[in-house]
């Protein structure tokens, strides 16, 4: 099954700052990259040109050797991607961050293969499925880090885990298989609340979703980015 994707993207200011994903779709390779910068924001660029190169690379040479163990539960599209995230991560740890902090990033990136979507993440944004007669199915949820400190202000994003600080970056990887009806969304915010689990199908949609997350809380800011695959 040979995947068109596109993406539609809504942002939400609250009365915080959140800085909102940039996403790169490449649909000759079926590929969707979103990077979320923090500190320096004109690393995004950087990123995705850096993971790219290594991509064509891998193409062009199959036994090309990396320091990186293979993961065999992802197929060999989903460990270049995994191998490409960490090598930027380390681009940026090398180039930014090895005297003092001052760029970081979460990315989500996704690859398909025949019918099937490898995804590779750290931190926000979450995705999350919505399937035809089961309902809105996590498959990747994050939450910032301030939810889970106590005491701390639920209302204020703060990243839970970033790319760029270290050489051995917290990186969550899956593969899921895709249906037509299938309908997908990143979303990037403090917590999903139980009222966004509740939505119906029908429901699913950015304007129902974006309704009912500010309704939620109109101090919280979040950025969604709805996937069509048809």
């Known amino acids: 099954m040979a995947l068109n994707i596109n993406l539609s993207e809504q942002s939400y200011g609250g009365k ?21 910068p923090w500190g320096k924001s004109d690393i995004a660029d ?16 199959s036994e090309i050797t990396v320091p990186y163990a293979r993961k065999q539960n992802l197929n060999q599209k989903g460990n270049v991607l995994r191998m490409a995230i960490i090598m930027a991560s380390e681009r940026i740890y090398k180039e930014y961050n090895k005297e003092e902090y001052t760029a970081g990033f979460e990315i989500f990136a996704a690859i398909q293969e025949g019918p099937q979507w490898t995804y590779v993440s750290c931190g926000q944004p979450s995705f999350i499925m919505n399937r035809q007669n ?4 996590p498959i990747n949820h994050s939450l910032d880090l301030n939810l889970l400190v106590p005491k701390s202000p639920t209302t204020d994003p ?4 970033m790319l760029g600080l270290g050489q051995h970056p917290p990186i ?14 990143l979303a990037s915010r403090i917590y999903l609340p139980e009222s ?35």
């Open 16 to 36: 915080k700052f959140r800085p909102a994903p940039q996403c790169y779709v490449e649909k000759d390779s079926n590929l969707l990259i979103c990077i979320t």
């Open 46 to 61: 950087e990123i995705v040109d850096s993971i790219k190169n290594f991509l064509t690379m891998a193409n062009e040479d």
């Open 134 to 137: 089961i309902g809105n199915i």
């Open 158 to 161: 703060l990243p839970n885990q």
């Open 172 to 185: 969550q990887y899956g593969n899921i298989q895709l249906k037509k009806t299938d309908k997908l969304l």
């Open 196 to 230: 966004f689990y509740s939505l119906k199908r029908e429901q699913f949609n950015l304007k129902s979703i974006t309704q009912t997350l500010a309704q939620d809380s109109v101090d919280i800011p979040f950025w969604l980015g709805f996937i069509d695959i048809n």
